[in-house]
């Protein structure tokens, strides 16, 4: 059947105005497997977008060849909100305007919201604790009223195209970064596909990482039920990665046909289409745990000088930037050095290079967990 369109109004913020989601779905509503797709969540990360559009083409063709097994839902812009968020020229996607926060955090808990229905419904059969855990989740979200506010209208019109899919993947990028994934540690090895087809350079591991991201909204629900359930089987049936597209001035047709043709590579290694794929091509790395990933912050507010560049391989201790304080009258003593605090390799780089007291501004991938590394694991 052909790529249907779904057209959802999230809200009218204005007379004459509208906010509009659009959902790209391929395969019947109710094929499995199923795979969800989106890009732009924080709406200043553009190479998504561009990968969406090269994905869009090639699922286009793939149905149109009657290579559809199951259904692939893909949101080609995932946050009209941001996208339309522009101060003084300057697109500001990450944080919601109004006071909402980072829109990648505090994603609602589903495990809470449908485990009193499955009170009595789940037992020793693996396959049929799936179907009914699936169905409560998309019955849950179905009976929620709509929210007043436009961003809680989005979380709802998201979590209601993913919750019941297979596999989720939320594409993103970082600042100056390397390619990489984050994935819940149950999904790794068995997402070592992913990794290996789109060529990441690391996958970075938490059961949960305390910041509530999207991705986790969905792989995190079946760990809980399976804890709030003990005597049923339940596996961890929503395999979900967060998708770091390299960096922010990664976008470009080339690389964009690349990472889409990729993607639709694991489609057909899962079973969503028909296809010849080829074997897998060499990973690139191992999965770290998130606690041992040093995120550097600076000290104070100055202007960034980097002593090394993506992929470099640094030592506890070594200078990984120079810190500059433009109002010191003696340049020889406003000059400090920021230090790596595990040996590993830099993942990531700030792009604007003078930044506030407490900014991050780089991410070294180590091996070993990092004491002061608890609780909120991510960058908001």
């Given at each position: 059947?052909?790529r249907?369109?779904?057209?959802l109004?999230l809200?009218r913020p204005?007379?004459?105005?509208e906010?509009?989601?659009?959902?790209?779905?391929w395969?019947?509503p109710?094929?499995r497997?199923?795979?969800y797709l989106q890009?732009?969540?924080?709406?200043?990360?553009t190479?998504?977008?561009?990968?969406?559009?090269?994905?869009?083409?090639?699922?286009?063709?793939?149905?149109?060849a009657?290579?559809?097994?199951?259904?692939?839902?893909l949101?080609?812009?995932?946050?009209p909100?941001?996208?339309a968020q522009?101060?003084?020229g300057q697109?500001?996607g990450?944080y919601?305007?109004?006071?909402?926060?980072?829109?990648?955090r505090n994603?609602p808990?589903?495990?809470?919201?449908a485990g009193d229905a499955l009170?009595?419904?789940?037992?020793p059969?693996?396959a049929?604790?799936?179907?009914?855990?699936?169905a409560?989740l998309?019955?849950?979200?179905?009976?929620?009223?709509?929210?007043?506010k436009?961003?809680?209208?989005?979380?709802?019109?998201?979590a209601?195209?993913a919750?019941?899919?297979?596999?989720?993947?939320d594409l993103?990028?970082?600042d100056?970064?390397l390619f990489?994934?984050?994935l819940i540690?149950?999904?790794?090895?068995?997402?070592?596909?992913l990794?290996r087809?789109l060529?990441s350079q690391?996958?970075?591991l938490?059961?949960?990482?305390?910041?509530g991201?999207f991705d986790?909204a969905?792989?995190?629900?079946?760990l809980?039920l399976?804890?709030?359930?003990?005597?049923a089987?339940i596996p961890?049936?929503?395999e979900?990665?967060t998708?770091?597209?390299?960096?922010a001035?990664?976008?470009n047709?080339?690389?964009?046909r690349?990472?889409a043709?990729a993607?639709?590579?694991?489609?057909?290694?899962?079973g969503?289409?028909?296809?010849?794929?080829?074997?897998l091509?060499e990973a690139?790395?191992?999965a770290t745990s998130l606690d041992a990933?040093?995120?550097?912050?600076a000290?104070a507010?100055?202007?960034?000088?980097?002593?090394?560049?993506l992929?470099?391989?640094?030592?506890?201790?070594?200078?990984?930037?120079?810190?500059?304080?433009p109002a010191a009258?003696d340049?020889?003593?406003g000059r400090s050095?920021i230090c790596?605090?595990t040996d590993?390799?830099?993942l990531?780089r700030?792009?604007?290079?003078f930044?506030?007291a407490?900014?991050?501004?780089?991410?070294?991938?180590?091996?070993?967990?990092l004491?002061?590394?608890?609780?909120?694991?991510?960058?908001?």
């Amino acid at each position: 059947m052909p790529r249907h369109i779904e057209r959802l109004v999230l809200s009218r913020p204005a007379p004459g105005t509208e906010r509009v989601l659009r959902a790209y779905r391929w395969g019947a509503p109710d094929a499995r497997p199923k795979a969800y797709l989106q890009a732009a969540l924080h709406a200043d990360e553009t190479p998504g977008l561009l990968v969406a559009h090269h994905l869009t083409r090639l699922l286009d063709a793939a149905e149109s060849a009657g290579q559809l097994r199951g259904q692939v839902v893909l949101v080609p812009y995932a946050n009209p909100l941001g996208l339309a968020q522009f101060v003084n020229g300057q697109q500001l996607g990450r944080y919601e305007l109004s006071g909402g926060g980072n829109f990648n955090r505090n994603w609602p808990d589903l495990a809470a919201l449908a485990g009193d229905a499955l009170e009595g419904r789940l037992g020793p059969d693996r396959a049929r604790n799936v179907q009914v855990i699936r169905a409560a989740l998309v019955e849950a979200l179905a009976e929620q009223p709509q929210p007043p506010k436009e961003l809680d209208r989005l979380r709802l019109a998201l979590a209601r195209l993913a919750c019941d899919a297979d596999l989720v993947l939320d594409l993103h990028c970082d600042d100056e970064s390397l390619f990489h994934l984050f994935l819940i540690p149950q999904h790794w090895p068995s997402l070592s596909d992913l990794a290996r087809e789109l060529g990441s350079q690391a996958v970075l591991l938490a059961e949960d990482s305390g910041g509530g991201s999207f991705d986790e909204a969905f792989s995190g629900p079946w760990l809980r039920l399976a804890r709030r359930f003990p005597d049923a089987v339940i596996p961890p049936a929503c395999e979900a990665a967060t998708v770091e597209l390299r960096g922010a001035a990664d976008v470009n047709d080339e690389i964009a046909r690349r990472d889409a043709e990729a993607l639709l590579r694991v489609l057909v290694r899962r079973g969503f289409l028909d296809g010849a794929v080829g074997e897998l091509p060499e990973a690139l790395c191992e999965a770290t745990s998130l606690d041992a990933v040093d995120t550097i912050k600076a000290p104070a507010a100055g202007v960034l000088s980097y002593r090394v560049g993506l992929g470099a391989v640094v030592r506890k201790g070594e200078v990984v930037a120079d810190l500059i304080d433009p109002a010191a009258e003696d340049p020889r003593s406003g000059r400090s050095e920021i230090c790596a605090a595990t040996d590993g390799f830099l993942l990531s780089r700030r792009a604007h290079k003078f930044v506030a007291a407490g900014d991050s501004v780089a991410k070294v991938v180590g091996r070993e967990p990092l004491p002061h590394r608890t609780g909120y694991l991510l960058e908001d």
